[in-house]
């Protein structure tokens, strides 16, 4: 299962059809900064990968690398010369949505993530030699793919927590079987 749905993601393969000489120029510049040989290539395993985080945890991210460094005032889809690089993979089980203090997600008064008047949505827990470091995103910078939600649900459902689940249940269910003591039964 998780590898088949991503793979039927990008088994089709895609057609980019630019509009004009400077799209295609874009667009072009783009690709191969995924990779200089075979930016195509690239671009599916990314993908690919970013579909398979999704199908066993319910999310999948990746993070805009841009050229410059921007600071939360900038707009990063205007500033002159600052261009997307690359896309950075994020382990799923690291990002959260940016939370209050009392773990409530944080949104705007628009219904926006992230605090009022900031574009801060994420926050990207990790562990490095067993001392905790985070680091909070603009949620400008992050492309997130989930396939199944809830409602109105802004997180992804793993494909494989229902499977998780029912077996976690079972080995539960034979372990107090095997705990109960023997009874036996004399047939007179």
């Known amino acids: ?7 039927l993601v990008v088994a089709r393969g895609f057609k980019i059809i630019p509009q004009n000489k400077e799209q295609y120029d874009v667009v072009k510049k783009f690709l191969f900064s995924l990779h200089k040989a075979d930016p195509i290539t690239a671009l599916l395993v990314g993908t690919r990968e970013l579909a398979e985080d999704a199908v066993w945890s319910g999310n999948g991210w990746w993070e805009r690398i841009y050229s410059k460094k921007w600071t939360w005032e900038d ?5 002159k010369g600052n ?53 909070d995103i603009d949620k400008r910078r992050i492309c997130h793919l989930k396939f199944k939600s809830i409602g ?30 023997a009874q036996h039964i004399y047939i007179l």
């Open 1 to 7: 299962l998780t590898k088949m749905i991503p793979a």
């Open 83 to 135: 261009e997307i690089v690359g896309l950075k993979k994020i382990h799923p089980l690291t990002l959260d949505y940016k939370r209050k203090p009392n773990g409530e997600i944080e949104i705007d008064a628009d219904g926006e993530f992230g605090p009022e008047g900031e574009f801060l949505g994420y926050t990207q827990t990790l562990t490095l030699l067993h001392n905790w470091q985070k680091r």
């Open 75 to 79: 707009d990063p889809y205007n500033v």
């Open 152 to 181: 109105d649900e802004p997180w992804g459902i793993s494909d494989l927590e229902s499977v998780y689940k029912t077996r976690h249940r079972g080995a539960n269910i034979e372990d107090g079987i095997a705990d109960k003591p």
